[in-house]
């Protein structure tokens, strides 16, 4: 089962032109990158449905997260 952390910050991927358009309600921005613990997927979306589907269908031990708002 996935525990979830939550954190203070984890990096903004979107940028400021993103949040002007009603189209860009479902996009989503993901940076994938190996590291010495493994790969990190940080996922960014202006709904936070969106990126928490898909980070649990990797089903991953632990998923950080940011409360925004």
Known sequence: MTEYRFKDSIPDLFHPTD?????NARRLRIRIRHTDDGVEIIGDALSASIIEELLEKLDPAVIEQMLCG
């Open 19 to 23: 949040y002007d358009v009603a189209e």
